[in-house]
């Protein structure tokens, strides 16, 4: 499977999200991924063994509406985050504890905003 590309661009002092993610089962997109049951796991690092610069803290929203979302992350917060290229990606655990995907995966760029407040 190739997951699906999203890239992020998040600048620090800035706040960050939500984001709200819809998956599906068909190419279509007309019906959604039923996602009850699952738990979502989505980390940004430098490298893929690399330590944890932000853990996303997705969670199902909506499972039969196959909705995951990424919580607002603060102002605050962004602001202690390094300035750099990063990556990330987007993984679904079953209960059993199956790991599948990643679903999403991408660039995750931590950046300075030019005008600040």
């Known amino acids: 499977m190739i997951p699906g590309v999203l890239n992020f661009i ?10 709200i993610l819809t998956g ?9 991924a039923n996602l009850t049951g699952f738990l979502p ?11 944890v610069i932000l853990d ?3 969670f199902i929203s909506n499972g039969v509406g196959g909705e995951v979302t990424i919580p607002a992350v603060t ?8 300035r750099g290229n990063y990556i990330w990606d987007l993984l679904l655990e079953r ?3 199956e790991v599948l995907g990643p ?3 991408g660039s995750f760029i931590i950046g300075t905003a030019v005008s600040r407040a």
């Open 56 to 58: 996303l803290l997705p």
């Open 41 to 51: 796991h989505a980390r940004v690092r430098k490298t893929p063994n690399s330590p």
């Open 24 to 32: 599906y089962s068909d190419l279509a997109h007309t019906i959604p």
């Open 75 to 82: 102002d605050e917060n962004t602001a202690r985050l390094p």
């Open 95 to 97: 209960s059993t504890g």
């Open 10 to 19: 998040v600048y620090q002092g800035s706040t960050f999200g939500p984001a």
């Open 103 to 105: 679903f999403l995966a």
